[in-house]
């Protein structure tokens, strides 16, 4: 016990470092312009064909941009039953409330459910045919007994 406390007093504190991005501004100098993050190294592939998952990524971007449109249309038809000006201000404002919320989230994952619906198709398709193989294998097992 001795020599933890010599060493939690002699040891140097850690100290966390901010690295500082850079800033990039505007050609006119007037405001910072904020650079796109993108993911460094190889895109991992988990089809046969690349191709394959370049679409479905593209497919999820689109699916992530339609629910943003349907949110931002939830928001103007919401100010529009208000008799408010569905300015972008307000818009931009507009703080959806717990019921909303529960709306819109239950609408997002209906709308991934039927467009991923071919994928789910599938993979219960596959799990059946598994799982009768599975009960075609019992029964074998059983009927030797």
């Known amino acids: 016990m001795a020599k933890a406390i010599k060493k939690a007093a002699t040891s140097k504190p850690k100290v966390k470092r901010k690295t500082e991005r850079k800033k990039v501004i505007s050609a ?8 796109i993050r993108t993911a460094k190294g190889r895109r991992p592939y988990f089809h046969e064909d690349p191709n394959t998952d370049k679409i479905v ?3 999820m971007a689109l699916i992530g941009e339609v629910s943003v449109i349907r949110e931002r249309l939830d928001t103007h038809e919401r100010l529009a039953e208000k008799d408010r000006q ?4 307000a818009v931009e404002k507009y703080k959806a409330n717990d019921e909303v919320s529960q709306e819109r989230a239950e609408w997002r994952d209906a709308y991934i459910g039927r467009v991923l619906r071919i994928l789910t198709v599938e993979l219960d398709q596959l799990k059946d045919h ?16």
Not at 28 to 35: A, E
């Open 28 to 35: 006119d100098g007037s405001q910072p312009i904020k650079r």
């Open 57 to 59: 990524a593209m497919l």
């Open 86 to 89: 569905a300015s972008i201000e």
């Open 130 to 145: 598994d799982d009768e193989k599975r009960y075609q294998r019992v029964i074998k097992e059983v009927s030797k007994a």
